[in-house]
């Protein structure tokens, strides 16, 4: 493969419809598709996809249509409804597709993986803002990607390749060469600012001043650095201070994924965040109180759903 020049998405969530209309930009008119169920393909249709108030429209494929492997495959759905996106991405998938997964935590490339063997890129994304209202995604900060190899520390080829295409795509990226670090570096902050600004029913603006919900955030975050020690990744005291770095430019008034999910009355992923930090805290012996008690808070906010 030379150059990227189909590509396929699957979930119109947040992330996906942020970045939909750039990944469409970048290949060919007709080479850019969302794979969607009917029903979904029908509600898209009567109601229509705003990004930023501007409507946008995709080709789409059902999971059962058959079609020609996409060169590029992304994944951009809650981690809960990853088990149906992998069997419904099956006909987007041949020997040469490479495969992305925009999804928080540190899991669904190993999810992936399993199904789909050594296809996937390590994906983190970064400094975004959004907020999904329905059909309609209100966003100011884009965000970045950093994409790098999960299990060797080179820029390869196909990495290369992935970085034209955000290139075409105008979507800033960083190519790195420690990827599991930064992927446990993103979950970190993950575990700090999604969980504390959902329990304490606030905002970006809640955590980015100085004040007791900015500490549990930094509290929460700190109980995942021997985590990660115990599972062979570095993190250290400097990766809070960057992930404190990345969320100042952040719009107060903005809301991480799992706050807008409660306000939506939508299951949170904290099974993915701090229910992840309590088992991995079990299998090496380390205590999370802080996290312990955010899974119980979060769970107790979402039993009603």
Same mark, same amino acid.
């Given at each position: 493969?030379?150059?990227?020049?189909?590509?396929?998405?699957?979930?119109?969530?947040?992330?996906?419809?942020?970045?939909?209309?750039?990944?469409?930009?970048?290949?060919?008119?007709?080479?850019?598709?969302?794979?969607? &169920?009917?029903?979904?393909?029908?509600?898209?249709?009567?109601?229509?996809?705003?990004?930023? &108030?501007?409507?946008?429209? /995709?080709?789409?494929?059902? =999971?059962? !249509?058959?079609? !020609? =492997?996409?060169? *590029? *495959?992304?994944?951009?759905? #809650?981690?809960?409804?990853? =088990?149906?996106?992998?069997?419904?991405?099956?006909?987007?998938?041949?020997?040469?597709?490479?495969? *992305?997964?925009?999804?928080?935590?540190?899991?669904? !490339?190993?999810?992936? $993986?399993?199904?789909? $063997?050594? #296809?996937?890129?390590?994906?983190?994304?970064?400094?975004? &803002?959004?907020?999904?209202?329905?059909?309609?995604?209100?966003?100011?900060?884009?965000?970045?990607?950093?994409?790098? !190899?999960?299990? /060797?520390?080179?820029?390869? =080829?196909?990495?290369?390749?992935?970085a034209d295409y955000l290139t075409r795509a105008k979507i800033p990226y960083t190519l790195v060469t420690d990827m599991r670090d930064r992927m446990w570096g993103k979950f970190m902050l993950n575990v700090g600012i999604n969980q504390v600004v959902s329990v304490c029913e606030g905002n970006y603006g809640l955590v980015q001043r100085e004040g007791p919900e900015r500490e549990r955030m930094i509290a929460a975050m700190r109980e995942v650095i021997p985590l990660a020690k115990a599972e062979g990744v570095n993190l250290s005291e400097k990766d809070i201070l960057h992930w404190l770095d990345v969320i100042k430019p952040l719009a107060a008034e903005g809301m991480p994924s799992m706050r807008q999910d409660l306000l939506q009355g939508r299951k949170t992923e904290v099974d993915l965040f701090a229910g992840t930090v309590v088992k991995l805290g079990q299998k090496h012996g380390i205590a999370t109180p802080i996290n312990q008690a955010l899974l119980e808070e979060i769970l107790t906010l979402e039993k009603d759903f």
């Open positions: 493969m030379k150059q990227i020049k189909t590509v396929s998405l699957i979930g119109l969530g947040a992330l996906g419809l942020l970045f939909s209309e750039s990944f469409a930009s970048a290949v060919s008119p007709g080479c850019f598709c969302v794979i969607a &169920d009917a029903v979904r393909q029908e509600r898209y249709r009567k109601e229509g996809l705003y990004n930023n &108030d501007k409507e946008l429209s /995709f080709n789409m494929f059902r =999971p059962d !249509e058959t079609c !020609e =492997p996409a060169d *590029l *495959l992304i994944f951009a759905v #809650k981690y809960g409804q990853l =088990p149906q996106a992998i069997a419904d991405a099956a006909q987007h998938v041949g020997d040469q597709t490479i495969i *992305l997964s925009l999804l928080n935590g540190i899991s669904s !490339e190993e999810d992936i $993986g399993s199904v789909y $063997g050594d #296809k996937v890129v390590g994906c983190t994304v970064q400094g975004m &803002d959004a907020t999904k209202e329905g059909n309609r995604l209100y966003w100011r900060n884009m965000g970045d990607f950093t994409l790098g !190899e999960l299990n /060797f520390d080179q820029i390869t =080829p196909r990495l290369l390749l992935v």
